[in-house]
């Protein structure tokens, strides 16, 4: 299997042609659409609630990480570094079931 990096663009027309293999009629419009209000949601809540999960895919939080001092790679000079918001994710059982098969 080729290695390569799925962008939004890939996954629709994935998802698509796998629904027109099982007769399912689909407008690619009105489904990018539905696509695109799902993934705002999804951060909205996440932005909102600070915890997102989806049932064997996996949960998503925001994690806080704390002002400290860091090195600029190029020069060594030491630079403050705000406290800032990330994004985490924890695979759920079926990912992780999923990446396991070679």
């Known amino acids: 299997m080729e290695v390569k990096l799925a962008?939004?663009?890939d996954i629709l027309e994935i998802v698509a042609r796998r629904m027109m293999q099982k007769g399912e009629r689909i407008d690619k419009n009105h489904f990018q659409g539905v696509i695109e209000r799902?993934?705002?949601?999804?951060m909205e809540l996440l932005a909102s609630?600070?915890?997102?999960?989806i049932r064997g895919l996996g949960t998503f939080r925001v994690k806080?990480?704390?002002a400290r001092m860091?090195?600029?790679p190029?020069?060594?000079?030491?630079?403050?570094?705000s406290a800032r918001?990330?994004?985490?994710f924890k695979a759920g059982k079926n990912?992780?079931?999923a990446v396991k098969r070679e």
């Open 7 to 9: 962008t939004k663009k």
């Open 38 to 42: 799902i993934l705002e949601t999804f």
């Open 49 to 53: 609630d600070g915890r997102m999960e």
């Open 64 to 66: 806080k990480t704390p």
């Open 70 to 72: 860091g090195r600029n």
């Open 74 to 81: 190029v020069t060594g000079e030491e630079a403050k570094v």
């Open 85 to 88: 918001n990330i994004a985490q």
């Open 95 to 97: 990912m992780l079931d």
